[in-house]
């Protein structure tokens, strides 16, 4: 599974768009690229997945550039209730194991 | 959407006892299931493959006859943390593979006193 590198934490304030970056050097042809999103003493939740270029949903969307070896997690308007811990993983829509990386602490303030 | 319950969410136990985590889907069969570790400020952690039907298969430095696990149904797949100790205290959180990728149980957290 190839392997991401993002950063560890990253600070922002309520209503502010947040975007946090993923990097995927050694993405595989029929890999996709997923977030989750993980609060504290809970599982992680699926926020968005996606293939090349953009992805939409109701609550982020995800940029993904031609060569794929990077993503952009894009959260609009973030509240408080957004703090948590933001995980990339990059794997075929199979995913025989899922592997984490340490994911970013996203932190929002008032 | 598919839901994963996962049961208890949270255990104190004793040291040298055993405990027994559920994971079952609710909505769908899962064929497998996938149980992950998680110590504080810390990452998820593979410990082991969970097949219907099939023995599981555990990442390396996993103790098998340690960490029990059980998947007699499609939809049930049973953590067992035999003779627990203190170090064994972690957060146990299951997955379930979908088509667009995986959903999680909510975790459960076991203190081991």
């Known amino acids: 599974l190839a392997k991401t590198t993002q950063p560890i934490s990253m600070d922002s304030y309520e209503g502010q768009e947040v975007n946090i970056t993923c990097s995927h050097n050694n993405i595989a042809t029929n890999d996709y690229i997923t977030w989750y999103q993980q609060f504290p003493s809970q599982g992680p939740r699926f926020i968005i997945q996606?293939?090349?270029t953009k992805v939409t949903n109701e609550v982020a969307s995800l940029f993904i550039p031609a060569d794929r070896k990077s993503s952009t997690l894009s959260l609009p308007r973030v509240s408080l209730s957004d703090t948590a811990v933001y995980y990339c993983?990059?794997?075929?829509?199979?995913?025989?194991?899922?592997?984490f990386g340490k994911g970013t602490m996203l932190l929002v303030s008032p | 959407g598919a839901v994963v319950s996962q049961h208890p969410s949270r255990v104190i136990c004793k040291s040298g006892t055993s405990v027994k985590i559920e994971c079952r889907s609710l909505d769908f069969q899962a064929t497998t299931m996938f149980w992950y570790r998680q110590f504080p400020k810390q990452s998820l952690m593979l410990m082991a493959t969970?097949?219907?039907?099939?023995?599981?298969?555990?990442e390396q430095g996993v103790e098998k006859d340690k960490f029990l696990i059980n998947h007699a149904s499609l939809t049930l797949s049973t953590l067992t943390v035999t003779s627990a100790h203190p170090e064994d205290s972690s957060f146990y959180i299951c997955s379930a593979n979908l088509n667009y990728g995986y959903t999680f149980g909510s975790g459960t957290r076991l203190t081991v006193v």
């Open positions: 993983l990059v794997g075929d829509s199979g995913y025989s194991t899922l592997t």
């Open positions: 996606g293939y090349k």
């Open positions: 969970s097949n219907e039907g099939s023995k599981a298969t555990y």
